[in-house]
């Protein structure tokens, strides 16, 4: 363990720093604004939520009973067709209505899918969420979103 053993390992370490330290300091801004909540959010332009209806929807058959991953699956299939791209929050299944309620996250905007599947129809809404709630998201779940969201838009 000579000389060479200690620049490589140095130069290691130096460059390794360098890759990790934006992430950390992501982490850090997120962790800022996740516990100062009396901080003013900075939103984007027009945080106004926008709103359409989607009819005759090409669906899963028995979307309502098919369980766990396989409807995470099949829900995917029908919002690619809504085109809605991030990371389904939860599949909330509303029985008696024949309704599923989908929120779908991104950095910087939350989309929610109402879709009524006895009638084969969805209402969309999207909203802006601002950089505050953007870093909050990217803190609560990174492992899961960057390779979705980049491999998907």
């Known amino acids: 363990m000579g000389k060479r053993f200690y620049l490589t390992t140095r130069e290691l370490h130096l460059y390794a720093g ?3 330290s934006p992430f950390v300091l992501l982490f850090a801004a997120s962790v ?4 100062h909540s009396w901080l003013p959010r900075m939103t984007a332009g027009n945080s106004a939520a926008s709103i359409r209806t989607v009819a ?4 899963p058959p028995n979307l309502d009973k098919i369980e766990s991953r396989e409807r995470v699956v099949a ?6 067709q809504l085109g809605v791209v991030g990371e389904i929050g939860f599949i909330g299944h509303i029985p008696k209505e024949h309704r599923f309620e989908i929120p779908v996250f991104v950095p910087g905007r939350e989309t929610t ?4 599947y006895h009638a084969r129809t969805a209402i969309v809404s999207r909203r802006a969420t601002g ?3 953007a870093f909050v998201y990217l ?5 899961r979103t960057w390779p979705q969201f980049v491999a998907t838009g």
């Open 18 to 20: 360098l890759f990790i």
């Open 32 to 35: 800022f604004f996740l516990v």
């Open 56 to 59: 005759s929807l090409r669906l």
């Open 75 to 80: 829900v995917r299939s029908f919002l690619d």
């Open 113 to 116: 899918v109402d879709l009524d």
């Open 131 to 133: 950089l505050a709630e």
């Open 139 to 143: 803190h609560k779940s990174p492992a």
